[in-house]
């Protein structure tokens, strides 16, 4: 669960992962060694900031002897519809800007979001590591975590608001980008979700380098219908989530998802949508309900093939059923067994 959700860089100096235990880093990775001078934690228990609090909290930063600062901030779900506030909402948004003001030196930003984090050197082994794992970058720029128990839970929306402000980004867009490009499966309360698109305006409107035309964002057909998750990617040609996914199809296009292997629960689409995906790219299992009884072993190798086929195709497959934790979890454990030739409790 550590290597699957250990900390990465999502925007300039700002990474995402889970609260650290210092006895599993135990590896030469730079990741895992990188010393943070912030650590963010998320907690039902913490309050929202205002500028004073955070301006002595800066003061604090910097009038310490190498010491991390450690601090707190609401997690996700906290701030509820309709009852959140203005001052949340300050809160939120005075947070986004000290993070920025903390981990961009002044005149270090090119107005180009992935600019810091696409360049890549080698190390000894010759193996690409990221240069923003090392102090490269001006000494007053500062490195920030933000942390919680799994990773991605509690952290959702301060890491959703960051990044939409950091790098210019509506919500559905860093939702997508922040699942596909920056390798982060998360989820987001609906509330969060609510929150952040009636903010967007503001966030984009104070974002350092948004230069769009907030009057005029097209919020894509997929986003209401979200249930506050992501299909998980479990290969980078599989990924496993629930019928709610499943009958969502521009989100799976959006997320490059091209094949669906239903198990025991089929999609309820249009004909035309079904038309234009096409009956090669969909498998239904059928008789197989979620009942303990039902054996899925007889359909391991058909349902196999066709992942497979999608791999070889260069397209990814999602594998559902209804809630994506039972039957379609089965198969997708039988490919990773298959494809990387583990057993069934390391799979």
Same mark, same amino acid.
């Given at each position: 669960?550590?290597?699957?959700?250990?900390?990465?860089?999502? =925007?300039?100096?700002?990474?995402?992962?889970?609260?650290?235990?210092?006895?599993?880093?135990?590896?030469?990775?730079?990741?895992?060694?990188?010393?943070?001078?912030?650590?963010?934690?998320?907690?039902?228990?913490?309050?929202?900031?205002?500028?004073?609090?955070?301006?002595?909290?800066?003061?604090?930063?910097?009038?310490?002897?190498?010491?991390?600062?450690?601090?707190?901030?609401? =997690?996700?779900?906290?701030?509820?519809?309709?009852?959140?506030?203005?001052?949340?909402?300050?809160?939120?948004?005075?947070?986004?800007?000290?993070?920025?003001?903390?981990?961009?030196?002044?005149?270090?930003?090119?107005?180009?979001?992935?600019?810091?984090?696409?360049?890549?050197?080698?190390?000894?082994?010759?193996?690409?590591?990221?240069?923003?794992?090392?102090?490269?970058?001006?000494?007053?720029?500062?490195?920030?975590?933000?942390?919680?128990?799994?990773?991605?839970?509690?952290?959702?929306?301060?890491?959703?608001?960051?990044?939409?402000?950091?790098?210019?980004?509506?919500?559905?867009?860093?939702?997508?980008?922040?699942?596909?490009?920056?390798?982060?499966?998360?989820?987001?309360?609906?509330?969060?979700?609510?929150?952040?698109?009636?903010?967007?305006?503001?966030?984009?409107?104070?974002?350092?380098?948004?230069?769009?035309?907030?009057?005029?964002?097209?919020?894509?057909?997929?986003?209401?219908?979200?249930?506050?998750?992501?299909?998980?990617?479990?290969?980078?040609?599989?990924?496993?989530?629930?019928?709610?996914?499943?009958?969502?199809?521009?989100?799976?296009?959006?997320?490059?998802?091209?094949?669906?292997?239903?198990?025991?629960?089929?999609?309820?689409?249009?004909?035309?949508?079904?038309?234009?995906?096409?009956?090669?790219?969909?498998?239904?299992?059928?008789?197989?309900?979620?009942?303990?009884?039902?054996?899925?072993?007889?359909?391991?190798?058909?349902?196999?093939?066709?992942?497979?086929?999608?791999?070889?195709?260069?397209?990814?497959?999602?594998?559902?059923?209804?809630?994506?934790?039972?039957? =379609?979890?089965?198969?997708?454990?039988?490919?990773?067994?298959?494809?990387?030739?583990?057993?069934?409790?390391?799979?």
């Amino acid at each position: 669960m550590c290597e699957m959700s250990k900390a990465s860089e999502i =925007s300039q100096n700002v990474y995402l992962g889970p609260t650290p235990d210092p006895s599993l880093i135990q590896t030469s990775d730079p990741l895992d060694n990188l010393r943070f001078d912030v650590f963010i934690e998320t907690t039902d228990l913490a309050q929202v900031p205002d500028n004073r609090a955070l301006e002595k909290l800066k003061e604090t930063l910097e009038g310490q002897n190498q010491e991390p600062l450690h601090m707190e901030f609401p =997690s996700s779900g906290s701030i509820m519809p309709p009852t959140w506030s203005q001052t949340d909402v300050d809160g939120l948004m005075a947070m986004c800007h000290w993070i920025y003001s903390l981990t961009h030196f002044p005149g270090s930003e090119d107005n180009s979001p992935t600019s810091t984090i696409d360049d890549v050197s080698k190390d000894s082994d010759g193996d690409s590591i990221m240069l923003s794992t090392f102090p490269s970058r001006s000494a007053n720029e500062k490195k920030i975590l933000i942390h919680c128990t799994d990773g991605y839970t509690e952290t959702s929306l301060l890491a959703l608001a960051y990044f939409m402000y950091a790098e210019g980004l509506p919500v559905h867009e860093a939702w997508v980008r922040l699942h596909r490009e920056k390798g982060r499966n998360f989820f987001a309360y609906p509330s969060d979700v609510a929150l952040l698109q009636s903010i967007q305006p503001r966030i984009l409107q104070e974002s350092p380098v948004w230069n769009g035309d907030i009057l005029h964002i097209n919020e894509p057909a997929w986003l209401p219908k979200i249930d506050g998750s992501l299909p998980s990617r479990i290969l980078p040609y599989m990924y496993l989530g629930n019928l709610g996914h499943a009958n969502n199809p521009t989100l799976l296009q959006e997320l490059g998802i091209t094949r669906i292997l239903s198990v025991g629960e089929p999609v309820t689409w249009s004909k035309e949508v079904l038309d234009g995906w096409g009956q090669d790219n969909l498998l239904f299992i059928d008789r197989v309900q979620d009942n303990g009884v039902d054996p899925l072993t007889d359909e391991f190798e058909r349902c196999l093939k066709f992942i497979e086929r999608g791999k070889r195709d260069g397209t990814a497959t999602l594998v559902h059923c209804r809630v994506g934790v039972s039957r =379609s979890a089965t198969i997708c454990i039988a490919e990773v067994m298959n494809e990387l030739g583990l057993s069934f409790p390391r799979a």
